[in-house]
């Protein structure tokens, strides 16, 4: 009986549109896992001369025409001109035989009788039955949208979408994050897809089988010899990982790892010993070939302070209490270009249990001092490099976007890519990492309140200028620093998507006046300054955008946020950290207060346990690793932009990535430990990981 009634409807439907107007619709479904609906979908056409009766879908092709991948063309007929469209209704009903799915539809295209084309992009799961609306893709800013059923739209998406994306507070005096029960509560479009869930689900619990370390993971012992590490280390090496076992003693590539191991950001050209680090020119040029004063004044001598550790209550792993120094560390550029570690003090204040530690003390001595300021760098890496700086500041930029911007806004389209997967895998980082049960918080050294001691230290002292690269590497002094290949990819990276944003940017915004009267603009970079930076006005974070020079540079810091600088800081974990004496997670035993009494014996019982090394290990290997639907930087799989300018524009980034990375790869030949994170190829276009 339902068979006979579609047939009748199809045949009067035939009949009244001879002499009507026909509207060529063409849909496209996503190619993406699962994103396949069978049951009923309904449009309707609204422009400004009025709106089409409420139409299902009905083609030759059956229910194939919304699987995955499909692009399926239909007519929809009207009486009369509908004007010029201006968003299309979506909804989709289960048959008896097919309960509700999800759809995933791409776009929807329009070719109306008058010849124009017009875009509805999507990108967006369809999990219900209620009609969901879709704006044409011409990107508009709110003081542009004129119609009143283009901004009937707008306040009635933003309505929801701060609904869907409301803030939440984490713990006091850190950024704050998306308010959400779990994963499933998450909005459909901002959760991982099935491919990414499958993989991260997989990864996460074989972490352990796959580096063959199973057996290990409860072993609350000490290590006895380093060869037994050596065993377990050898079961997933990569190139450089194995470089670094071979090396990792020796001073020049200790003093590397400042410059382009996973934490480049602490390092700074010294203008003035710090008062508390009373190193004497007798302690590191004892040969009198030269002083501190004129390595100085030259330019030649470096700082490493890690004061942000200073009286952190350390962690107890395995019943035993743990250490966290607040090294200070000086470096000297020699004549080689090489730098070189010529003093080592461990803890903050001077005193004579707190010796300064030389390259010309015993070499035990010195390994351990090098010992525990590597473990030190683990934690400021691990808590303000990484996590605070790139994980919880790129939630705040995409809650801040999903909830204030609307899709069809310009800068919705610009970033919505740079957002992807964020909000999920941070909720996961959450869970996994620093709660509780976290690996980080059971089994490193500042686990716990340590952790949120570092953490509100660390936004305190987060700064604009910091956040963007130009400015941070020429505060930091070190624009002429030699073998800096951090520097100068992170230059050539923030430099091509600066030029890209001027663009689209520049292409929107004509005038200050623009900037300044749009409103959704300036919700957002509030939103950002109280969520993110906590009102403190010392961060230098803008609370409104005046120019738009002011947008680009502050846009331009986002995208690099959440691409380049996470790639620079997350992707070599493994490879700087699975060679555990390298980067010990947590250390068992006090620092040394004399010289002349560390031995072999006693660093091995100073690194942490088998059970602790391998955590570490699996955690660092899981964070490392690169998902099948990886999207690198400036590759856009979804179209937002329906202009063929920002197209072209997006185009000519694209081949801008190309040849940096051809460059860099280049360069890189030459080099004994190549620098591959800012590789264009190698950076996703969001925190995904």
């Not at 941070?426 to 918080?441: C, H, P, Y």
């Not at 509030?526 to 993110?532: A, M, R, S």
């Amino acid at each position: 009986m339902l068979i006979v009634f579609l047939s009748l409807d199809i045949k009067v439907d035939q009949f009244s549109t001879a002499k009507m107007l026909d509207y060529e619709v063409t849909v496209y479904t996503a190619n993406r896992a699962v994103a396949t609906t069978l049951n009923n979908v309904y449009i309707k056409l609204v422009g400004t001369k009025g709106e089409n009766e409420r139409k299902l879908l009905l083609s030759l092709k059956g229910a194939s025409a919304f699987v995955r991948g499909a692009v399926a063309s239909f007519t929809v007929s009207s009486p009369k001109s509908l004007g010029k469209l201006v968003l299309v209704e979506l909804d989709k009903q289960p048959l008896l035989l097919f309960p509700e799915d999800s759809w995933f539809p791409a776009k929807v295209e329009v070719k109306s009788p008058e010849g124009d084309i017009y875009n509805f992009p999507i990108y967006r799961w369809i999990t219900d039955s209620k009609v969901h609306r879709f704006r044409e893709g011409t990107a508009l800013k709110g003081f542009e949208d004129n119609h009143h059923l283009g901004r009937d739209s707008r306040e009635q998406e933003l309505k929801q979408r701060q609904k869907d994306y409301g803030w939440d507070v984490y713990v006091e005096g850190i950024p704050h994050c998306i308010k959400v029960d779990g994963p499933l509560s998450l909005p459909a479009e901002v959760r991982f897809s099935f491919t990414k869930q499958t993989e991260f689900l997989f990864t996460a619990n074989t972490g352990l089988a796959e580096l063959k370390l199973k057996g290990l993971a409860d072993k609350k012992t000490n290590w006895t010899n380093i060869d037994d590490i050596s065993r377990v280390f050898c079961c997933k090496q990569t190139d450089i990982s194995d470089y670094v076992q071979q090396h990792w003693k020796e001073d020049a590539f200790f003093g590397y790892q400042f410059l382009n191991g996973i934490n480049p950001m602490l390092i700074r050209r010294c203008t003035i010993l710090p008062g508390n680090f009373p190193v004497t020119d007798k302690m590191v040029f004892p040969d009198g070939c030269c002083s501190l004063a004129e390595e100085i004044k030259k330019g030649n001598i470096f700082l490493c302070d890690y004061k942000q550790m200073d009286g952190v209550k350390a962690n107890t792993i395995n019943d035993e209490k743990q250490y966290l120094m607040a090294p200070l560390v000086l470096l000297h550029k020699a004549p080689d270009d090489k730098l070189m570690p010529i003093a080592i003090q461990l803890k903050q204040k001077p005193a004579e249990d707190n010796p300064i530690f030389l390259p010309s003390d015993s070499k035990y001595d010195w390994l351990m001092a090098k010992i525990f300021v590597r473990s030190a760098d683990f934690s400021e890496h691990q808590l303000n490099v990484h996590l605070l700086r790139t994980h919880l500041l790129a939630e705040v930029f995409a809650v801040s976007l999903l909830s204030n911007m609307p899709m069809v806004h310009p800068l919705y389209k610009l970033l919505i890519p740079h957002t992807r997967y964020t909000l999920q895998i941070n909720f996961l980082a959450r869970k996994r990492l620093i709660s509780e049960e976290g690996v980080f918080t059971k089994f490193s050294a500042s686990g716990g309140e340590g952790m949120m001691t570092i953490l509100r230290r660390s936004l305190s002292s987060v700064t604009y200028s910091s956040l963007c690269v130009p400015e941070d590497i020429a505060e930091r002094g070190l624009k002429d620093v030699p073998n800096f290949y951090y520097r100068d990819d992170a230059l050539r990276v923030w430099d091509t998507i600066n030029r890209f944003v001027r663009g689209i940017l520049s292409y929107y915004y004509k005038t200050n006046a623009e900037v300044q009267q749009d409103s959704e603009l300036q919700k957002w970079i509030l939103d950002i300054y109280e969520h993110g930076f906590l009102s403190q006005p010392r961060s230098g974070i803008p609370q409104k955008l005046t120019t738009v020079d002011e947008l680009i540079k502050f846009v331009t810091m986002v995208i690099f946020t959440g691409s380049g600088q996470h790639a620079a800081v997350n992707s070599g974990q493994f490879d700087f950290g699975s060679w555990m004496p390298n980067t010990p997670i947590s250390l068992q035993l006090p620092p040394p207060t004399k010289k002349g009494e560390a031995t072999e014996k006693t660093m091995l019982k100073t690194l942490p346990d088998v059970n602790t090394t391998v955590q570490g290990m699996a955690t660092l290997w899981l964070l490392s690793q690169k998902s099948s639907d990886f999207v690198p930087l400036g590759q856009y799989p979804e179209n937002h932009f329906s202009e063929e300018t920002p197209r072209q524009m997006i185009e000519n980034f694209q081949k801008e990535l190309a040849a940096l990375s051809a460059a860099i790869k280049e360069r890189n030949k030459s080099l004994e430990v190549p620098y591959i994170y800012l590789d264009p190829e190698e950076v996703e276009n969001s925190v995904a990981i």
